[in-house]
């Protein structure tokens, strides 16, 4: 819920009062879980105007993003299917029939 916000807010990012009022969870909750993205760095935050503006890592997140999608996705049926057809071309499969 907290990262779908910060995503969707962009480069403005988001106070942690925004972030509580759009996802309904309350300011303890929102503080613990915005610490925890922010040790995984997933999130950052800068200190704005007396403010804390908390921001996604769009860096972070493509990283995390493309690493999922070979390893557990899409890319790893693909890498699987490639691993296959190699096989497959090696004797004795591609062996013909006398």
């Known amino acids: 819920m ?3 916000c910060l ?5 403005s990012g ?3 009062l925004e972030i509580c009022e759009i996802t309904g969870l309350s300011p303890r909750t929102c503080s613990v879980q915005l610490e925890a993205m922010i040790q995984a760095d997933i999130t950052f935050k800068k200190s704005e105007k007396n403010n804390l503006t908390f921001y996604a890592n769009f860096v972070v997140l493509g990283e995390l993003f493309n690493h999922m ?3 557990y996705g899409y890319g790893l049926k693909k890498s699987a299917e ?3 057809s190699e096989l497959l071309n090696k004797p004795p499969f591609n062996q013909k029939k006398s």
């Open 82 to 84: 490639k691993q296959n």
């Open 7 to 11: 995503i969707a807010a962009e480069d």
């Open 69 to 71: 999608c070979e390893n």
């Open 2 to 4: 907290i990262i779908g």
């Open 14 to 16: 988001l106070s942690q």
